[in-house]
């Protein structure tokens, strides 16, 4: 029988309490205690980048990472994006409009990787796009679509 262990994690600006297990993996406190639905597991291991989180404003894995790991970072989800409820965030904005997604499986990682990209660099070269989403699979095969919404976000001026 595993031990629960009292934790609080900060899940996008807000702090929280939760008795777990520490050595449950953060995705999975974050879809079943959290409702966040946006991390999605894919691969469980590390390696399809479907459970991407932004900890501490670096893309990072969580379908195996304990939970315990991320206690005192912040963590940021897709759902930590929407901030107004008319209004769509300048990237989520650049990815519908240039019809990114098919399926949506690799939506939340390749969101993710973009968002730290472009808060680390503004103005990213083709190059440092396709670097920083390539790490995330995407089996639709929809990366061109991807790649070029990041640079239409890039160059809408927007802050990220």
């Given at each position: 029988m595993a031990v629960k262990t009292?934790?609080?994690?900060?899940?996008n600006g807000k702090k929280q309490q939760i008795e777990v297990d520490e050595e449950e993996p953060l995705l999975y406190v974050l879809r079943e205690d959290f409702g966040l639905n946006g991390?999605?597991?894919?691969?469980?291991?590390?390696?399809?980048?479907?459970c991407m989180v932004l900890v501490d404003g670096k893309a990072s894995y969580t379908c195996i990472q304990p939970c315990s790991a991320f206690e005192g970072k912040k963590i940021e989800t897709i759902e930590g994006l929407h901030k107004s409820?008319?209004?769509?965030?300048?990237?989520?904005?650049?990815?519908?409009?240039?019809?990114?997604?098919?399926?949506?499986?690799?939506?939340?990682?390749?969101?993710?990787?973009?968002?730290?990209?472009?808060?680390?660099?503004?103005?990213?070269?083709?190059?440092?796009?396709?670097?920083?989403?390539?790490k995330i699979i995407c089996r639709c095969g929809t990366h061109t679509r991807f790649i070029q919404a990041v640079k239409n976000a890039a160059q809408s001026n927007s802050k990220f």
């Open positions: 009292q934790l609080e994690l900060e899940v991390p999605k597991f894919g691969c469980g291991l590390h390696q399809c980048g479907a409820e008319d209004k769509l965030h300048p990237l989520q904005k650049a990815f519908y409009e240039q019809q990114a997604a098919q399926c949506g499986y690799c939506l939340n990682g390749m969101m993710m990787a973009a968002l730290e990209l472009l808060r680390a660099n503004p103005n990213p070269s083709e190059l440092e796009i396709r670097n920083s989403l390539h």
